[in-house]
């Protein structure tokens, strides 16, 4: 049987769905930026750490970073020891 109040109601819940009723950001994107900096955050240490390896950090961090090995692997680079650069001391950090 047709009954024209179960047309209007069918109709309405399908015209909803598809519609974007929030405001501000959509989550997605914002996690998308989210995700993009974390996956990135070997490098930006390495660049703001000012290391000699941060080209090759860089690099493993953008080709291989998605295999979660090279990400590892990018982030340990960053936090490796450095000789400090001729010239330069190295000196022990002690608490006081």
Known sequence: ???????AFVTQAVDSAGRYTGGGLPKGGVMIVVLVLLYLLPSMLAWSRRS????????INVLL????????????????????????????????
């Open 65 to 96: 970073g998605w295999t979660v090995i090279g990400w590892i692997a990018s982030m340990v680079m960053t936090f490796m020891w450095e000789a400090p650069p001729n010239g330069e001391v190295d000196t022990p950090h002690h608490r006081s």
């Open 52 to 59: 000699s390896r941060r080209w090759k950090v860089t690099l």
């Open 1 to 7: 049987m047709y009954h024209p109040h179960m047309l």
